[in-house]
DNA sequence: TTAAATTATTTAGGTAGGTAAATAAATTGG
DNA sequence: CCAATTTATTTACCTACCTAAATAATTTAA
């Protein structure tokens, strides 16, 4: 990258994602994959347009990673009234293991923000509310 | 993601990574192609070892994204001494087509940090340093 | 009421990252 | 010297993002 802020960014970004991937390998999860089971788990059942708007991502990426998690027993599918929706919601599975796997990722994410303080914390949410913004 | 914060960064980072695509667009090229440009007018013909171990990625990455470089004629390949090793530099055309297309993404960089204090931008290099470190 | 437009999802195919294992050349140690 | 190890690159295959276009159901408007 031109800029050393770009590339410095693009190259934390990889290094979370990585270690994230590494912490959900034992449980048999990737991280998109987790992002979807946590919201789920947040807020209940919703549609694939809910969950693709919510995570600012394309609709033919979520169609892929929930039929991933389908086939994998994690969420299944019902119908609505509106035919044409899929109401995505956790399995049993998904229900019971949740709780293990959220303790994993808590203690990871609670180990990067140990290198950062309160005040960096928050400085770097407000620095990335203004990148889009 | 659990954590707002991890939520935030890898949705800045789509949000950065797209709107580079898309100024690259008109020049025909993609951002991690456009990275592998860059380092190597900057640095001089190098090979694919040297290429992943700057970027951080893994060889396999490298060896597909400079394929495709050669393939659109923007990057060549020569055999050194050690015959493992490609020594990868930038075609005619790669040198040539250069300047504008590194002139459209400094404007674009330049318009993310006009969103940033030149503080900020100091803080966040500051703290992305933290992360990793 | 039905043709046109919109919405939800999928399919197809591209870039960009990863791991594991194969291959070929170079280096090292007994 | 040559067998074993290391190094450079590639192949095969997975996740994760994207766009463009297809399909099917619903809504809107003439």
Do not use: C
Request: charged letters at 25%.
């Amino acid at each position: 990258m031109l800029n050393e802020l770009f590339h410095m960014f693009f190259q934390q970004n990889r290094y979370l994602v990585n270690k994230l991937n590494e912490v959900l390998k034992p449980h048999g999860l990737f991280s998109s994959q987790w992002t979807i089971l946590f919201l789920l788990h947040q807020d209940g059942p919703m549609s694939l347009t809910a969950i693709w708007k919510y995570l600012n991502v394309e609709a033919p990426t979520v169609t892929r990673t929930v039929n991933r998690l389908e086939t994998l027993g994690w969420v299944e599918r019902q119908y609505g009234m509106d035919k044409r929706e899929k109401i995505i919601s956790l399995t049993k599975k998904g229900l019971e293991q949740f709780p293990p796997i959220a303790a994993s990722v808590r203690s990871f994410e609670q180990e990067i923000e140990k290198k950062l303080s309160q005040q960096d914390q928050e400085l770097l949410k407000g620095i990335l509310k203004k990148i889009e913004g």
